[in-house]
């Protein structure tokens, strides 16, 4: 396949036609290793034999360069009869039976002009007759001479020559090598292929055009070399890759062993300073100066320069750019680094990083090197990778970071606990497990007490118990910092008694004990340090979740924390996350999603603040009625959080389960009771049973599951936050089960708890619950009222939908349909179809069949003496959706009206 090469193939067609014509033709294939060389000679070859010239061809090979007239006898001998061969010199034929005396300088002129004489009457006798020489560098010397001898006379022999030669060979450099080529009548350039040239190349090979980004690797891998591309094209086509952009990324990884052996023949025949310039560049890894190079190849520069010289001629090598040097294609780097040896490896990178390190390189050059080597370090290396894991994060690279501290730890003389503190605060981002260990390696090597508070501090506390620190170190810590004089130790216990205050917050009175501890603090204890607003989190999150303050208190010290700290990735690894569960608590949204947002990373792999920040999106997205948003996030973070993270799954698993719930998702609720872990406490447990089993329409189950849930909360004095919902769907779960005393009790309750907390949404929805079990609505519309007054100032768009829609259906003022209206229109703007009335409905199946899960849910409450308005508020759909159900299955039941629905039930599951 001869691509870009018409000039090349027009110019041995001229050759061609000349000798045709009566003339002598000397022709010398010129490139660099790959280029085609043998390609071009073989094409001269087929012009040759269709224009009637006796084509014969030899190959020269390093090997055979000590056999006097090998290449001559390869020429000669198939023109010759077997009666002719005896006319040769017997210093060429190697088929006597005795080899001949010792070469006599005085006839090697004879021998020339006998083997032309000889080969003049051949040519006379059979015609004309095409000799091909690859690799002309590679013949032995006698054989060159004679090729001399010819090419200064063929004026009127009918004879061509081509002969290839390799670029930069260092017996390309021959005097009579030179003299053959300065002698040559044309000179032929073979030369790498243009990026153009090779999208035409693996169209032709791949039977489609190749997509760009695919193509453009392609070039960028071989530099154009057709040796290489042709290697890598059938490598490529044998692990079933496709020529597709997808595909580009793969082709680093391949290998092709012909290529690699034709590389490396090529690199042992040349002098041993072509290949150590050539493994030191492969050391190097990236272009590079020639100082650099010359000094990890041991080389002066006189000499290095003259090597550089001959890998640009061999096509290894491109033009400097830049003063910089580089292979010429990735794949040349990667095959010759291929070939060197473990020891080989190591020396040379140690000896680049101590190059980069005289030299004053960035510290990622260096440490790259020191990476790639087990040798034995420099006194400097531990201190120049972890400053190049500095550099790395930086640079959002935390996994590099990572492995530059840990090869730090191997070296000798390392300050093995600040390197492992570094470790697991770089791993912390992306593997707990890792960070957790390396933490307590450090925290026995750690002296100082705030050297272990900071290592102490540095793991989320929203990460959950498998990852918590031992309680009794963290207070023995604390202990020593408090009797510590100084601004550092008194910061480092403030941070230190927040994490303290979390772990312990399952403790009963801790709730009250942080209210005290946040009154102690000031009027305006957010005005403090850093690690102040840390410990100020803390308390102000304890006292939320046990109704321990006032609200307008919380909310106004928890908006000054946001405001004194802008969200980041670092404040994720904080207590400072805890303020979104309290403005959430509060209904006090504004300005949370914004903090939220600054923390998050790429979602294609996300990290734990990202996770972190996730999930408060997911919350407060719950919390004001965007559900499909809510699931999204908190799906993301339990699809990417895993096991180990049992504080981030557990607050997004709730969110899905209250989602579940609220869209009567069954497949949902099942995720969330898959997700369930051993170390997930038992309240999230039993939430999300209870979850599962309303979905699936077993009121009972659920509301055990429920009541116990809000017992397991109760008893460890979280009073406020998911007991809230929780509560007022227990209320309306007693009422469907027969419970009415129990459930007016629990609304009551619930009603005067939301009312001295004062968050809008607690309030309006304990209103919205009372006003359900109320049968006469004339006692129902002033409390649904109420709630749409309280849930006006609220962040719930979807709560104040419920409640207007309610309220819309059981007033008879005139403001009903306007209600109505808003109710829905907010419906659907949460997404909340079952609300609005917006999804489409489906096509009414034949008369006689089966009922959907909905009309089976809503017929069993019909039955059991449930109105349509209770079954609306139990199942959290519109009163018009209930009665389209009903009708949906009378219709399908085959009767006319409610007073038949037992019976026909009856005969319904019978048959």
């Known amino acids: 396949m001869m691509i870009e090469r018409a000039e090349q193939l027009a110019a041995l067609a001229a050759a061609v036609a000349r000798v045709r014509g009566g003339a002598g033709e000397f022709v010398v294939v010129r490139g660099g290793l790959g280029t085609g060389r043998s390609a071009l000679l073989h094409a001269a070859g087929e012009e040759a034999a269709a224009r009637g010239l006796r084509v014969v061809r ?38 006597l039976d005795h080899p001949p005396a010792p070469p006599d300088p005085r ?68 005097v009579v090598v030179k003299d053959i080529a300065h002698t040559a009548a044309r000179t032929v350039h073979a030369t790498p292929l243009s990026a153009g040239g090779v999208w035409a190349y693996l169209t032709a090979r791949c039977g489609v055009p190749p997509e760009d980004e695919f193509a453009d690797a392609c070039h960028t891998r071989t530099g154009g070399s057709p040796m290489l591309l042709d290697a890598l094209v059938n490598t490529m086509l044998g692990h079933g890759l496709h020529p597709i952009a997808a595909a580009a990324a793969d082709l680093a990884a391949l290998r092709p062993s012909p290529a690699a052996a034709r590389l490396t023949r090529c690199l042992r025949a040349q002098p041993a300073a072509v290949g150590a310039v050539a493994n030191a560049m492969a050391a190097l890894g990236e272009a590079t100066e020639a100082d650099v190079v010359a000094e990890v190849a041991g080389l002066d520069l006189p000499d290095f320069d003259a090597v550089a010289r001959a890998l640009r001629r061999l096509g290894l090598v491109e033009d400097p750019a830049g003063g910089l040097l580089r292979f010429a294609g990735a794949m040349v780097g990667d095959l010759v680094a291929d070939q060197l040896t473990a020891g080989e490896q190591d020396r040379l990178h140690l000896r680049a990083a101590n190059v980069f390190y005289r030299y004053g390189r960035p510290v990622e050059q260096i440490g790259r090197q020191l990476l790639a080597t087990v040798a034995e370090p420099e006194p400097w290396a531990a201190e120049v990778l972890r400053t190049a894991a500095g550099a790395a994060l930086t640079n959002a690279e935390p996994r590099t970071a ?32 890792a960070a957790h260990r390396h933490l307590h390696q450090a925290l026995g090597l750690l002296r100082d007490p705030a050297d272990r508070a900071f290592a102490l501090g540095l793991l989320p506390v929203v990460t959950g118990a498998r990852f918590a620190p031992d309680i009794r170190q963290v207070r023995q810590v604390l202990a020593q910092l408090r009797s510590e004089p100084g601004p550092d130790a008194a910061e480092a216990a403030l941070r230190l008694e927040a994490r303290l205050r979390y772990l312990e917050r399952g403790v009963p009175g801790s709730g009250t004990d942080a209210a005290k501890r946040l009154a102690g603090l000031g009027d305006a204890p957010a005005h403090g340090s850093p690690a102040q607003r840390e410990l100020v989190a803390v308390l102000l999150y304890l006292a939320t979740v046990a109704d321990a303050a006032p609200r307008e208190s919380i909310v106004d010290i928890a908006r000054q924390v946001l405001e004194r700290e802008p969200g980041s990735p670092n404040q994720m690894y904080t207590t400072l996350p805890l303020t979104v569960l309290v403005l959430v608590a509060a209904d006090a949204l504004e300005g949370v999603e914004s903090w939220l947002a ?16 996730w999930t408060g999106q997911a919350v407060v997205a719950a919390a004001s009625g965007q559900l499909a948003v809510a699931r999204e996030r908190a799906q993301a973070v339990l699809a990417s959080a895993g096991p180990s993270r049992i504080g981030i799954t557990s607050t997004a698993m709730r969110v899905l389960a209250e989602i579940a719930v609220e869209q009567r998702d069954p497949a949902l609720a099942r995720v969330v009771v898959d997700h369930l872990e051993p170390e997930h406490e038992p309240w999230l447990r039993s939430l999300a049973h209870g979850a599962l089993a309303l979905t699936e329409a077993n009121h009972t189950a659920a509301t055990e599951y429920f009541l116990d849930c809000a017992h397991q909360l109760e008893r460890s004095g979280r ?55 109320l049968d006469r609505d004339e006692d129902a519309v002033p409390l649904l009222r109420e709630a749409a007054e309280a849930l006006s ?5 979807l709560e104040l939908a419920r409640t207007l829609i309610l309220l819309g259906e059981r007033d008879t003022g005139p403001d009903a349909p306007e209600n109505l209206e808003e109710g829905r229109r907010l419906a659907a703007a949460c997404g909340a179809h079952w609300l609005s009335g917006s999804a489409p409905e489906p096509a009414d199946p034949s008369d006689g069949g089966p009922l959907t899960a909905t009309e089976q849910r809503v017929v069993e409450l019909a039955v059991s003496g449930r109105r349509n308005r209770d079954i609306a508020e139990l199942l959290e759909v519109t009163v018009r959706a209930v009665e389209k159900h009903l009708t949906s299955s009378y219709r399908k039941l085959g009767i006319s009206g409610r007073a038949q629905l037992a019976a026909a039930m009856r005969g319904h599951r019978a048959g």
């Not at 530059?404 to 503190?421: I, K, Q």
């Not at 600054?598 to 920040?613: M, Q, R």
């Not at 459930?743 to 919205?768: I, K, N, T, Y």
């Not at 100032?793 to 768009?797: E, F, M, N």
Request: charged share 25%.
């Open 58 to 95: 030899a190959v020269a090979t390093p090997l055979e360069r000590q056999v006097a007239h090998g290449v001559v006898w390869l020429l000669l001998e198939p023109l010759l009869e077997a009666g002719r061969r005896r006319e040769l010199p017997a210093e060429v034929r190697p088929d």
């Open 793 to 797: 100032r609220s962040g719930d768009r």
């Open 719 to 773: 009073v406020n936050g998911v007991l809230r919902p929780l509560r007022g769907r227990i209320a309306l779960l007693l009422a469907a089960t027969d419970d009415p005393v129990r459930a007016e009790a629990v609304a009551q309750d619930e009603a005067s708890r939301a009312r001295a907390w004062g968050a809008p949404a607690a309030v309006g929805r304990a209103l919205r619950v009372r006003a359900t079990l």
């Open 402 to 433: 990572a492995q530059y501290l840990r090869h730090a730890l191997a070296h000798p003389g390392a300050d093995r606990a600040e390197l492992l503190v570094d470790l697991a605060a770089v791993e912390r981002g992306y593997d707990l497990a």
């Open 107 to 174: 006839r090697a002129h004879l021998v020339l002009h006998e083997l032309l004489e000889l080969f003049t009457e051949v040519v006379h006798d059979t015609g004309p007759v095409a000799l091909l020489v690859d690799d002309l560098q590679w013949a032995d010397a006698a054989s060159l001479r004679w090729l001399a001898y010819l090419a200064n006379r063929m004026g009127g022999l009918r004879v061509l020559v081509v002969a290839t030669l390799l670029e930069g060979d260092d017996a390309a450099d021959d």
């Open 598 to 613: 600054a923390a998050c990373g790429p979602a294609a792999d996300p990290d734990l603040p990202t996770l972190v920040a």
